[in-house]
């Protein structure tokens, strides 16, 4: 025990050390995205609103039955998962090549190979938050009221950013030996977009899929839970239940805990494959 203790000292006295780094290599992107816009830092609040009036228009008009017809204030159900879907993407999709990406400096000099999947996670974040404005006006706009359980809605949001982070640490290291999987990885978000009860309510979902009910088989996919327990505490001002809680938590300490282990395994390989 006092081994393991010692041990996790240690990297959190390497991790402090490099807290500069980290917060440089986030600033710097956040300068880049915005670099040559007009709009600059204003389009992290446009885009998501745009896009919430795309789905809103597509579903509320077209698909209309796809959403059960029974969400209330479906704009902003739709947004919560928008939002969240759109930070474990962004997270996940450009962790991915950030060790190759990294390589010149990597081969001059000596810096903790995680810094780079843990800063875009942490970018992925500050996007996120920034896009909450956007949450805050389609709110005010349709008369959503503001519960006090907001406050809880931190929970589902820092779980889903270990979450977020194993994944990434796990694809930023397989990406290193198989590139193949950048683009498998779109194919797979694509997917996993109609799995995550973003614009339908899962309720109505009674359609069985290979004798499978299609509501279990969403109920398997981690980004639904987290989605779900933000909405509960921001929408509906309800408290998060204890199997929110349970399968929220246990997701994001068993992916960091596989990513960890995976990106520390494979990472003394990383110089002979960049």
Same mark, same amino acid.
């Given at each position: 025990?006092? =081994?393991?203790?010692?041990?996790?000292?240690?990297? /959190?006295?390497?991790?402090?050390?490099?807290?500069?780094?980290?917060?440089?290599?986030v600033?710097?992107?956040f300068? %880049?995205?915005?670099?040559?816009?007009?709009?600059?830092?204003?389009?992290?609040?446009l885009?998501?609103?745009?896009?919430?009036?795309?789905?809103?228009?597509?579903?509320? +008009? /077209?698909?209309a @039955?796809?959403?059960?017809?029974?969400?209330?204030?479906f704009?902003?159900?739709?947004?919560?998962?928008?939002?969240?879907f759109?930070?474990? @993407?962004?997270?996940?999709?450009?962790?991915?090549?950030?060790?190759?990406?990294?390589?010149?400096l990597?081969? &001059?000099?000596?810096?903790? =190979?995680?810094?780079?999947?843990?800063? &875009?996670? *942490?970018?992925? %974040?500050? @996007? *996120?938050?920034? #896009?909450?404005?956007?949450?805050?006006?389609?709110?005010?706009?349709?008369? +959503?009221?503001?519960?006090?359980?907001? /406050?809880?809605?931190?929970?589902?949001?820092?779980?889903?950013?270990i979450?977020?982070?194993?994944?990434?640490?796990?694809l930023?290291?397989?990406?290193?030996?198989?590139r193949?999987?950048?683009?498998?990885?779109?194919?797979?978000t694509?997917?996993?977009?109609?799995?995550?009860?973003?614009?339908?309510?899962?309720?109505?979902m009674?359609? #069985?899929?290979?004798?499978?009910?299609?509501?279990?088989?969403?109920?398997?996919?981690?980004?639904?839970?987290?989605?779900?327990?933000?909405? =509960?505490?921001?929408?509906?001002?309800?408290?998060?239940?204890l199997?929110?809680?349970?399968? *929220?938590?246990?997701?994001a300490?068993?992916?960091?805990?596989?990513?960890?282990?995976?990106? =520390?395994?494979?990472?003394?390989?990383?110089?002979?494959?960049?």
């Amino acid at each position: 025990m006092k =081994k393991l203790m010692d041990k996790i000292e240690a990297n /959190l006295r390497g991790f402090w050390r490099y807290r500069y780094l980290l917060w440089n290599l986030v600033s710097r992107d956040f300068k %880049l995205k915005y670099r040559r816009s007009v709009l600059g830092v204003l389009w992290s609040v446009l885009n998501p609103l745009m896009m919430c009036l795309v789905y809103w228009a597509v579903f509320s +008009s /077209l698909f209309a @039955n796809m959403r059960g017809g029974g969400i209330d204030n479906f704009p902003v159900y739709l947004m919560i998962g928008q939002l969240l879907f759109a930070f474990f @993407n962004d997270a996940t999709s450009n962790s991915m090549g950030s060790i190759i990406y990294a390589a010149p400096l990597l081969k &001059k000099v000596y810096i903790p =190979k995680y810094i780079f999947p843990l800063e &875009k996670t *942490c970018f992925a %974040l500050v @996007n *996120c938050v920034f #896009s909450f404005v956007g949450l805050i006006l389609v709110m005010l706009f349709t008369g +959503s009221a503001l519960h006090p359980t907001v /406050l809880l809605a931190l929970y589902p949001l820092a779980t889903l950013f270990i979450f977020n982070l194993g994944i990434s640490m796990m694809l930023s290291a397989f990406t290193v030996f198989f590139r193949d999987i950048m683009h498998m990885w779109q194919v797979f978000t694509t997917a996993l977009l109609y799995f995550s009860a973003i614009f339908y309510n899962p309720d109505t979902m009674i359609v #069985s899929l290979g004798g499978f009910s299609l509501y279990r088989l969403i109920c398997l996919n981690p980004l639904y839970w987290y989605i779900t327990g933000f909405r =509960k505490a921001v929408l509906w001002g309800q408290p998060l239940t204890l199997q929110i809680v349970l399968v *929220c938590g246990l997701c994001a300490l068993a992916s960091v805990t596989l990513g960890c282990a995976v990106f =520390k395994r494979t990472q003394d390989k990383f110089i002979l494959h960049i």
